[in-house]
Nanobody, 127 residues
Framework: QVQLVESGGGLVQTGGSLRLSCGASGRTFDMLSLGWFRQAPGKEREFVAAVSRSGVTTTYTDSVKGRFTISRDNAKNTVYLQMNSLKPEDTAVYYC????????????????????WGQGTQVTVSS
């Protein structure tokens, strides 16, 4: 089992920044494939970013490229999502996701590939 706990959400103005954190426990952290997803009101949950086990390979959805950075600290059992230049359309509940399988390519962007989820943290960007 893997337990995930997100933090760092909040209310920020357009153009501002936030850093989300997700701590994991229960399994060897460096074996986890990790990702961030988000769900806006009335919309389906969507992929935001993913990071490989080593932290070397990252993947982003087009709408956040150049603004968001995903990273992981295997010594601290934590994955981060640094969000800069935030826009109102980034408003959503952000979820951390993990899986013990080695996820590569398109699989890193699929909700169905991840078996473990956090409870979510709200990010609200005001215009």
């Amino acid at each position: 089992q893997v337990q995930l706990v997100e933090s760092g959400g909040g209310l920020v103005q357009t153009g501002g920044s936030l850093r989300l954190s997700c701590g994991a426990s229960g399994r060897t952290f460096d074996m986890l494939s990790l990702g961030w997803f988000r769900q806006a009101p009335g919309k389906e949950r969507e992929f935001v970013a993913a990071v490989s086990r080593s932290g070397v390979t990252t993947t982003y959805t087009d709408s956040v490229k150049g603004r968001f950075t995903i990273s992981r600290d295997n010594a601290k059992n934590t994955v981060y999502l640094q969000m800069n230049s935030l826009k109102p359309e980034d408003t959503a509940v952000y979820y951390c996701a993990a899986d013990m399988m080695l996820l590569t390519g398109q699989k890193t962007q699929s909700m169905n590939a991840y078996n473990y989820w956090g409870q979510g943290t709200q990010v609200t960007v005001s215009s």
